[in-house]
């Protein structure tokens, strides 16, 4: 059970994410490894799939609430924008689709490009979306209580400094100039430095799970309070 919930919950989704942050340093491994990890990283995206297919088949039963129209509606932007990087992967491939009569095509090289940096940050957000149910299982895990004051804290000033960290290296990398389709000039120097690229692009997608997180659990805080009888006085 543990294993299962080790390599499905934790190892999968970490082993996309690393591919995701590598394949990001285009210009750092030339074009046929930045082919062979987008593809790695697909085939691990079917399984992540298939494993959480139960998901797909619930999502006409039940009845839905704002928080749960939410949560699918956000879900529903990342499927979407994986095809589209998907499609384009395929389409401008140079290397490992090469062999497909497809023509090239310069407006869905930069299509490709806009998707992958929206990919970090939905990515984020699904992280968000599920970081509830992802912390109570590493901490059973783990072996320690979630109601630990010490524990709370620990976690609360993690979060708080990849918050920060995050903002920074949005600005660092002038993420939100390739979120905007918008043109930029700056280039990571690879040849300066290649660990704090993966670093500032890790903080780049634990933001928005963290905001993600944070807007959900105060969300459901004020549900509940509204959803409570009010009291009168006899």
Not at 91 to 120: C, G, Q, T
Request: positive net charge; proline residues 3%.
């Amino acid at each position: 059970m543990v294993r299962s919930f080790l390599l499905q919950r934790v190892m999968l989704p970490s082993a996309m994410l690393a591919l995701l942050l590598v394949s990001l340093a285009y210009w750092w491994l030339d074009n046929v490894p930045h082919e062979v990890f987008g593809t790695g990283l697909f085939a691990l995206l079917c399984w992540h799939i298939y494993a959480n297919r139960t998901w797909f088949k619930n999502l006409t039963r039940g009845t839905y609430d704002a928080r749960r129209t939410v949560r699918v509606l956000l879900h529903v932007g990342l499927i979407a924008n994986m095809i589209v990087l998907l499609v384009t992967s395929v389409v401008i491939s140079k290397s490992v689709f090469a062999w497909l009569p497809i023509p090239d095509s310069v407006y869905l090289r930069e299509i490709h490009w806009f998707a992958a940096y929206w990919v970090i940050i939905v990515t984020g957000i699904h992280v968000g979306l599920h970081w509830e149910r992802l912390r109570t299982s590493l901490v059973n895990v783990l072996g320690v209580r979630q109601t630990n004051p010490v524990v709370r804290a620990a976690l609360l000033a993690i979060g708080a400094a990849f918050a920060l960290q995050g903002l920074a290296s949005f600005e660092k990398l002038g993420v939100w100039t390739k979120l905007t389709f918008n043109y930029s000039l700056d280039f990571w120097d690879f040849t300066a430095s290649v660990a704090p690229f993966f670093g500032h692009w890790l903080a780049v997608f634990t933001l928005p799970a963290i905001v993600t997180h944070m807007f959900m659990a105060i969300w459901k805080l004020t549900s509940r309070r509204a959803a409570r009888p009010v009291r009168t006085g006899s």
